[in-house]
């Protein structure tokens, strides 16, 4: 497997860091809104408070952005590469799904969608780094 170059290194680190930093800042408002909101009377400040977790998730989606355009092209292709194979493997996924759910398999909610894409994600990464051998 190649080594991460210096610079490699310091732009792994330093994504890696934003990423820790947004996904606890991310928890923190995930667990404050759900206590406020279970507190809270259905309406329009119930659902705006339940919303507030999505200004974390938009925080790691810049440094997703930023991290992507510090990288050098033919990275960035790889990435771009991995992206569209996790897009289509998840569309794929969820479509044979909803044909089960048409013959009595369990509805299932949209939260269930990112976790087969991350997984999907780590498993199209290492298979890269496998097949590269």
Do not use: K
Not at 59 to 71: C, F, G, W
């Amino acid at each position: 497997m190649n080594q991460l170059s210096p610079r490699e290194r310091q732009l792994l680190f330093r994504y890696l860091s934003e990423m820790i930093a947004v996904f606890f800042l991310y928890a923190a408002v995930l667990i404050i809104s759900i206590e406020i909101a279970n507190r809270l009377h259905n309406g329009p400040v119930q659902t705006a408070i339940v919303l507030t977790p999505m200004i974390p998730f938009f925080l790691a989606l810049a440094a997703i952005v930023r991290h992507v355009r510090r990288l050098d092209e033919y990275v960035r292709l790889q990435m771009l590469e991995n992206v569209v194979v996790v897009a289509g493997v998840t569309a794929g996924l969820t479509f044979t799904y909803g044909f089960l759910e048409g013959v009595g398999f369990p509805r299932l909610s949209m939260f269930t969608i990112w976790p087969v894409m991350c997984a999907t994600f780590i498993v199209v990464g290492l298979g890269r780094l496998i097949l590269r051998r």
